[in-house]
């Protein structure tokens, strides 16, 4: 039986919802995106719904935008919406089916749309005043943390570097800057030079993965590797939907899909020597805790976390 | 109400005991101490369903733990309690003696990420008192032979040739029994007294002696899930050089001492002791423009520590995060406030 398209094309809603709200976690966009599929779908089995919505996410997957995230809130989602049809399946009912799917879906968003204030207010203790903080790029869970530790009362002082070749580490600086944080923009390369001074150093992440490493812009790794050669401690701020299924085991292990972005892919397929990277995979004996919405973790204890949210 | 007045009671004695001690007890009696307290709390206040017990439990706990906050082990004992009544609650509500397979993943997605749908079923509310003070009765017979059990893993862990060091053994009552069950050959005591049974040395010896030593067996005040432990100051003077003559350094400390908290700076725990411990008062005249710090307690990161004895298991730093969801549940100790 042919399940005829859908008429929202998920692509198309993931990208207007991130036009429309920038400062809107990517993830959250992307299952939001999911639910309007869910909900306009004209499948009349599982299976049939199931499709449509594997289809959606593939569809989502050629953006441009962080595949990463993309494909683990995915499919986060699509597990937690679905774990109800063991029960109700024998339910002959498939609109009952497809309702309690979009009710648990609407769940699930709730709760998710709450990871980031939940994660800045586990970050607070970490931060103390007078306190020299070291971050990379641009990162909205980062950026939060932070405008909450001020908006407490905290007086702390921020490096953020350049972060090439998108520069996005000047709309980190810019917006530090805006909430009254002393900010100051900093070369990638300067990063070793400024190590010593440095108190502590906070990265968001693109992923998590089950070995405890995070995927995160190109340059993380060095960043990392430096604060452990002079002692500095590490934090990575990440949601719980980023946590990633994956074992890599150095840079070549991890799949190309998150190194490039779609359109890179697309066009240079045979010639992806010559390309840059985009991202970088740290390994987890440079990072010392991960601060997730689920609660704060060592590298070592997010593996088990993982199996938890993917059995 | 009667109950109103039995809690404040309670609540009035607790505090005394803490007022009454002019040298601090050790961890061992300080945690037999609390688990009284939420024993009597259990017994006599008045509630109807698991939540309010909970309520009330979380109330009297927290409260204490602000007026004492460099206490670990009250909310440690606090938290032991509350998964003491959730325990009770699922093995009423499903009927069994075992507790429902963790395997469920409805129910473990459903923990991970929400709190739990308030529980309908009707608990008899004397069986979970009952139930609860059995609970309680187990842990404090856990507690009392925590020390025995550890030196039981001895061992294991060391062999009676060994040279071991150690800091302050008289001070830990952990460490004296470990010795006392198992002779080492050699056992050298760093800034100990004079009678302690074993060398003492002086903390300036300790790079010398470390040559000579083949294990370091320490004493924990806390141990953190990072796998970190926070420990009697001058301890990581030990751990260092322990690192630097590559000694394995092994960490003893009973289940109460397990502390779900992660801490990024420990001088906003730090307990500082007497100034005239370091400065006595006839010379403080003298040296009025000097500020004097007598900080009791070091943190040992986790790279500095080989093996973690509790008194069930031995465990590497970095898989200590595990014994945590062994003794606490997961929904009391998310949310924590520091």
Redesign the interface.
């Known amino acids: 039986m042919t399940d005829p398209k859908p008429e929202i094309s998920a692509l198309k809603m993931f990208e207007s919802l991130l036009d429309k709200d920038p400062e809107k976690s990517m993830g959250l966009a992307a299952i939001e995106a999911l639910l309007e599929v869910l909900k306009t779908s004209t499948a009349s089995t599982v299976q049939g719904l199931t499709k449509d919505l594997s289809n959606a996410v593939d569809e989502m997957m050629r953006t441009d935008r962080s595949s990463a995230t993309v494909q683990s809130a995915c499919e986060l989602f699509l597990r937690f919406s679905s774990l109800i049809s063991q029960e109700k399946l024998i339910d002959a009912n498939f609109e009952a089916v497809k309702c309690e799917y979009v009710k648990r879906g609407n769940v699930f968003i709730k709760r998710i749309e709450k990871s980031r204030s939940i994660i800045a207010k586990c970050f607070r203790p970490f931060i103390r005043s007078n306190l020299k903080v070291l971050t990379h790029s641009y990162s909205k869970v980062v950026l939060e943390s932070l405008l909450e530790s001020k908006a407490h009362g905290c007086v702390f002082h921020v490096f953020v570097t350049e972060s090439q070749p998108d520069n996005s580490g000047r709309r980190m600086a810019e917006k530090l800057r805006q909430s009254g944080i002393q900010t100051t923009l900093i070369l990638d390369s300067a990063v070793g030079y400024i190590m010593e001074s440095i108190d502590i150093v906070v990265f968001g992440a693109e992923g998590v993965m089950e070995t405890g490493g995070i995927i995160n812009k190109i340059g993380t790794l060095g960043i990392a590797i430096c604060a452990k050669a002079m002692n500095k401690p590490v934090y990575v701020m990440a949601e719980s939907i980023k946590f990633i299924k994956e074992y890599p085991l150095n840079q070549s292990d991890t799949p190309n899909k998150f190194k490039y972005r779609y359109s890179t892919l697309e066009s240079k397929k045979d010639a992806l020597d010559d390309e840059h990277p985009l991202t970088d995979y740290t390994p987890p004996q440079y990072l010392n805790l991960l601060i997730t919405d689920l609660g704060i973790f060592t590298p070592a204890a997010v593996g088990d976390e993982l199996i938890k949210l993917y059995t | 109400m009667a109950d109103q007045v039995a809690v404040s009671r309670l609540r009035d004695r607790v505090n005394l005991y803490f007022h009454k001690t002019a040298v601090r007890e050790s961890s061992s009696k300080l945690a037999l101490r609390m688990l009284s307290f939420f024993e009597d709390l259990v017994r006599y206040a008045h509630y109807e369903t698991a939540e309010q017990l909970i309520a009330i439990l979380r109330a009297e706990g927290e409260l204490l733990y602000a007026a004492h906050s460099n206490e670990f082990i009250i909310r440690n004992m606090l938290l032991v309690v509350l998964r003491g009544v959730r325990d009770e609650c699922l093995t009423q509500t499903s009927g069994s003696d075992d507790t429902l397979p963790q395997?469920d993943?409805?129910n473990?997605?459903q923990r991970?990420?929400?709190l739990p749908a308030p529980n309908q079923v009707q608990i008899n509310s004397a069986q979970l008192r009952s139930g609860v003070l059995d609970f309680i009765k187990e842990m404090k017979e856990e507690i009392n032979v925590s020390a025995e059990m550890i030196s039981n893993q001895a061992g294991h862990q060391l062999v009676k040739t060994d040279t071991v060091m150690t800091y302050k053994l008289s001070q830990s009552g952990t460490l004296k029994k470990f010795f006392s069950l198992f002779r080492a050959k050699t056992i050298y005591s760093v800034d100990d007294d004079p009678s302690a049974p074993a060398n003492v040395i002086s903390s300036v010896e300790i790079l010398s002696t470390m040559k000579l030593t083949t294990r370091v067996v320490l004493s924990a005040a806390a141990i953190l899930?990072?796998?970190s432990v926070v420990a009697p100051a001058g301890t990581l003077n030990v751990c260092l050089a322990a690192k630097r003559h590559s000694v394995p350094v092994v960490f003893c400390a009973g289940y109460y001492k397990l502390t779900p908290m992660?801490i990024?700076?420990l001088d906003?725990f730090n307990v500082q002791g007497r100034p005239t411990d370091v400065l006595p008062a006839s010379e403080a005249l003298k040296f009025s423009n000097v500020s004097v710090a007598n900080p009791l307690f070091d943190l040992i990161p986790a790279h500095l520590i080989t093996l973690v004895l509790t008194q069930s298991s031995a465990k590497t730093p970095?898989?200590v995060?595990?014994l945590i969801s062994d003794y606490y549940h997961l929904e009391d100790f998310?949310q924590l406030d520091?």
């Open positions: 395997a993943s409805l473990h997605f991970l990420w929400f899930p990072d796998g992660f990024p700076h906003e970095l898989h995060y595990r998310r520091r």
